[in-house]
């Protein structure tokens, strides 16, 4: 039996960690298939779907900068990993029949896309995934804000932060605490000023001034994703 969901339009936003498997760098290709099977499965569903990927897994800006690199220099290559995620994750897709697109804030135009906004809103409608790449095309801002910046551009429901190793948001880390306890529902203010880790502050500020909810769950169970769509599994909302 096919589950119901209410979602016509959502964001899915995963680290660039969730790809690169137990190897602790990089790209792991049978985990990235493995996404772009929950990925095709909810697209199944006739959902909508952003996906917004980091570039932890290749290069994080600030650990460039603290290694004595430029800061901004370190940033854009910082977003140029998360193009190469993306190309991944678009041939994933591409390998199980969905149609996608990569859409970069930054233009590359003989690798991918563009920005465009009305050009995005229409993949959608097509139903094609529209994979955001490059982040916000800025230095200082995180895949976390992007994502929160296109989830409202593009109208989505709600951004999925789809995590590895938890499945919500605990009031402390479980990996450490045993007695750690997760959040149903929790306050955009209380992860500001608990500062629990969901997303940074400026990323959470946004969804909050938005009304934009976050659904944090967890990306390792199959079939994790279309089931939390249709309202089953645990994952907390941050509303
Ligand atoms: N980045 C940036 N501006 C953006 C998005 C990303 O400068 O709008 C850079 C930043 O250096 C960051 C890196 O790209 O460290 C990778 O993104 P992020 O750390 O968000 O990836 P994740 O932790 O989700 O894998």
Known sequence: ETPKTTYERVMLKISGEALMGDQGFGLHPPTVQRIAQEVKSVHDLGVEICMVIGGGNIFRGLSGSAQGMERTTADYMGMLATVMNALAM???????????????????????????????????????????????????????????????????????????????????????????????????DDVLTKRLRVMDASAIALARDNNLPLIVFGLDEPGGFRGILAGEGTYTKVQ
């Open 90 to 188: 678009q041939s994933a897709l591409e390998e199980v029949g969905v149609f996608t697109r990569v859409i970069s804030a930054i233009r590359m135009d003989e690798v991918c896309e563009p920005y465009i906004r009305r050009r995005a809103v229409r993949h959608l409608e097509k139903k094609r995934v529209c994979i955001f790449a490059a982040g916000t095309g800025n230095p200082y801002f995180t895949t976390d804000t992007a994502a929160t910046l296109r989830a409202n551009e593009m109208a989505c429901q709600a951004i999925f932060m789809g995590k590895n190793g938890v499945d919500g948001v605990y009031d402390k880390d479980p990996k450490i605490h045993s007695d750690a306890v997760r959040y149903d529902s929790v306050s955009y």
